[in-house]
């Protein structure tokens, strides 16, 4: 019925176009019958006629006026009729508007390039409207009668065809009871057994067939469940039983493993207590043996003596240097060593490191190449002491077992970690040995032991270091080929740096320098000077073009080529591998491992732009110009440390006063001014932090700076001394530079309480 309603919109649709198609044809007709004698009219001026002819015009329906007007606009005859008023009009007029007006230039064919005037009608769309509706109220109507009889024929229909032999095969499913489904089969209706109605009849019986069989199969089923589930009770009987019998065994187990760990923090508690106290008495009189010798060096010796002094002096360094080994790789294992999280510059510690052991290996003639990305980031967060320790025990590894060659460490990025490559071609490793190389008290073989020494300490303690950072460290070894070592760690740059260094990028006036690089190409130091002179925007020739600004950078320990011509004003950087060369008037010497500071040193010196850097003073004893004249209270109980640490001090330029403990440093600070306390912190009657307390509880002497100098150098040790209100932390044997540093950064604060 919808269908049928819908038709009709769309018949009723087309007629409306249709209808609004004749109004228009329809006047544009009559137009064109009345355009002759229109033509004649008003080219006669004929009112009389004109007056008849537009009163014949008004006889039809549609037309309400009608006017003959002369090429000025004045009108030559008019007639007009009123609209004729209806209440079907508003939707008359909503479909055709109210009135359309039609006009028709005037000419006679003799005089064609002659206006005459226009015919102008205006037309009633009520006429056209009111037949429209009447035909579209007779289309819906006699459509919607032929849809409401095919509906319900159609109703009739379906129900007799589909609906009846439907319900009876639902009324035949509601019989169906759910405790027997299996014993009622669907009849097939009447007339059809061949249609769609008996192929679901079928498929419901078959579907019932199939009930059937699986409740067959279900009843067999749970026969057997209920054999299976007096069987199954017995057997979770006995395993009842034995999970019981296992659980008072488990429980028996974790009673022995409670006891087993409490057992072991008893004995990780009183091992670390151990190492604390070997530390502290290990330290203290290593400190009296360092000390006393490198006092004894600074006197007048024979040559002799100064060598047995000096072995003396290298053998305690190393004592100590074995002894922070084992701290250390306790610490690790027992989890007690603490990671700092600060920004540190990476450059400048790779090049610190490489430059401390650069004299080991000039001494072995072996090359020490240091090759950093130039576009490897400046600063990054972590722990700048351990990655240091790392960093000098591979190097130490490296030229220690190098005889001929090189040890070059290089440093990238690689995506978001730091990779550093400690490569060496040395005796290197068999594969045996290097399954053994990280473990504890163990080297590649016997041989290496016997012909390099070594504890087989450094190793281990890099490997620990490296896992505690979260990183990974690799080892690739040939036997007398080299080994080379990856260490990858996951640095992350610190992007709130204060700003990038002066050497990062050259000064202006260099911009337009040529750079001769006269090094051979197999010079071990060539890549990693180039690529830094190339990072920095520098060109890098064979030989400065004649008329333009340059720099030449020769091998020290090579002659120069006998085809070589000086070019004027060029002056030469020296690269010097072994400390061979000497600078002069023309020469700017740079020595290896590289630096990229002093490089960019040179450039300056070598353009004229800065003067040579004067060589430092010699006599290293005299106090900085920025430190006055302290008095300062030793705090030791040690009478060989009293020496040592009284002798330093003197020798930097203070006055010292002794206290052999903390009562003692109470007394001598309550009787004389002091600026400066320096304060064991292991003592009889009192300690040094029970001494601080009782300082920092004196209202004279809040701003007093206490340096605490101590054997104690496990894990939470300096922790310890800053919360009993000890400024600052320095570690035993006394050392005179870092003596020197810490007098010199608590000074200030001194010269401020005064």
């Given amino acids: 019925m919808g269908l049928g309603l819908l038709l009709n919109l769309v018949q009723v649709t087309l007629d409306y176009f249709d209808a609004r198609r ?41 037309i309400i006026d009608a006017r003959i007007v002369d090429p000025e606009g004045l009108v030559l005859a ?58 579209s109220g007779y289309t819906l109507l006699s459509g919607f009668l032929k849809s409401l009889v095919l509906s319900i ?87 009842t039983r034995e999970i019981s019998e296992k659980n008072q065994a488990l429980l028996r187990s974790n009673q022995a493993l409670i006891r087993a760990k409490e057992d072991a923090v008893r004995k990780a508690r009183s091992r670390a207590s151990f190492l604390a106290n070997m530390s502290h008495e290990i330290r203290t009189p290593l400190n009296g043996v360092l000390g006393m010798l490198n006092l004894a060096l600074e006197g007048e010796l024979e040559p002799a003596q100064r060598n047995r002094l000096e072995i ?36 400048n510690l790779i090049e610190e490191c490489a430059t401390l052991h650069g004299e080991q290996a000039r001494r072995k003639r072996i090359d020490l190449v240091v090759d ?55 005796i290197g490793m ?41 990183g990974q460290i690799l080892v690739d070894s040939e036997e007398r080929l080299g080994t080379h070592f990856t260490v990858v760690l996951p640095l992350p740059e610190d992007k709130q740096d204060q700003g990038p260094p002066r050497e990062q990028s050259l000064p202006p006036e260099l911009a337009g320098y040529t750079v001769a690089l006269t090094l051979a190409a197999q010079h071990p130091h060539r890549l990693p000077i180039e690529n830094q002179l190339r ?103 040690n009478q060989v440390n009293q020496i040592v640490a009284s002798s330093i001090l003197r020798k930097l330029g203070h006055d010292v006063d002794l206290a052999e403990n903390g009562k003692r440093a109470l007394n001598a600070l309550t009787n004389a001014h002091y600026d400066m306390v320096l304060m ?21 002497w809040q701003n007093l700076p206490v340096i605490a100098v101590t054997a104690n150098v496990m894990q939470g040790d300096r922790e310890d001394c800053l919360a009993a209100g000890m400024n600052d932390y320095i570690t035993k044997p006394y050392n005179k530079n870092e003596l020197r540093s810490v007098i010199e950064r608590w000074t200030p604060a001194v010269v401020q309480a005064d």
């Fill in 78 to 135: 008019e007639a007009s009729q009123n609209p004729f008023e209806s209440r079907y009009r508003l939707l008359s007029d909503a479909l055709f508007g109210p009135d359309r007006y039609f006009t028709d230039d005037l000419r006679v064919p003799q005089l064609t390039d002659i206006p005459l005037g226009r015919l102008a009608l205006t037309i009633d769309t009520y006429h056209y409207g009111l037949r429209f509706l009447q035909r």
């Fill in 680 to 700: 064991d912190c292991q003592m009889p009657v009192m300690d040094g932090y029970e001494a601080t307390r009782h300082i920092r509880a004196n209202p004279d």
């Fill in 430 to 470: 068999s594969r045996e040995g290097l399954h053994r190389i990280f473990s504890p008290f163990s080297q590649a073989d016997s041989d290496t032991t016997r012909l390099y020494g070594g504890t087989g300490l450094g190793l281990t303690l890099c490997r620990q270091l490296v896992e505690r950072m979260h």
């Fill in 22 to 62: 004749s109004m228009e044809d329809e006047i544009r007709a009559l137009m064109e019958i009345s355009h002759s004698p229109a033509s004649q009219i008003a080219y006669n001026i004929d009112i009389r006629l004109a007056e008849e002819l537009l009163d014949g015009l008004l006889k039809h329906p549609a």
């Fill in 372 to 426: 950093i990305d130039p576009e490897l980031a400046e600063v990054y967060r972590g722990d700048p002491t351990r990655t240091r320790q790392v960093i000098n025990n591979l190097l130490n590894n490296a030229i220690k077992f190098t005889d001929t060659g090189s040890v070059r460490i290089r440093a990238t990025q690689m995506g978001g970690n730091l990779r550093i490559d400690v490569m060496d071609t040395g």
């Fill in 153 to 239: 024929a159609l109703l009739f229909i379906f129900y007799f065809v589909l609906t009846r032999p439907i319900m009876n095969v639902i009324n035949a499913l509601g019989r169906v009871r759910a405790e027997t489904p299996e014993k009622v089969r669907l009849p097939v209706p009447y007339k059809h057994r061949e249609d769609e109605i008996g192929l679901m009849v079928g498929i419901i019986n078959d579907h019932l067939d199939t009930i059937d069989s699986s409740l067959a199969r279900l009843r067999l089923a749970e026969s057997a469940m209920k054999n299976y589930s007096s069987q199954l009770e017995h057997e979770v009987e006995d395993r």
């Fill in 535 to 637: 990072a920095w925007g520098l060109r890098v020739r064979e030989q400065v073009p004649a008329g333009e600004p340059g720099m030449v950078i020769a091998d020290a320990d090579a002659p120069p080529p006998e085809t070589a011509t000086p070019l004027h004003g060029c002056r030469t950087i020296l690269v010097d591998r072994f400390a061979s060369a000497r600078e002069t008037g023309d020469t700017c010497l740079l020595l290896m491992p590289l630096r990229r500071d002093d490089l960019y040193r040179c450039l300056l010196v070598a353009a004229g732009l800065e003067r040579p850097a004067p060589e430092p003073p010699r006599n290293s004893d005299q106090p900085a110009a920025s430190t006055r004249k302290l008095r300062l209270l030793l705090v030791e109980d």
């Fill in 312 to 347: 003396a002096v290298t053998a305690g360094q190393s004592l100590l240097s074995l002894l922070n080994d084992i701290l250390d790789i306790s610490k690790v294992e027992a989890g007690k060593l603490g990671l700092e999280n600060i920004p540190f510059n990476l450059r």
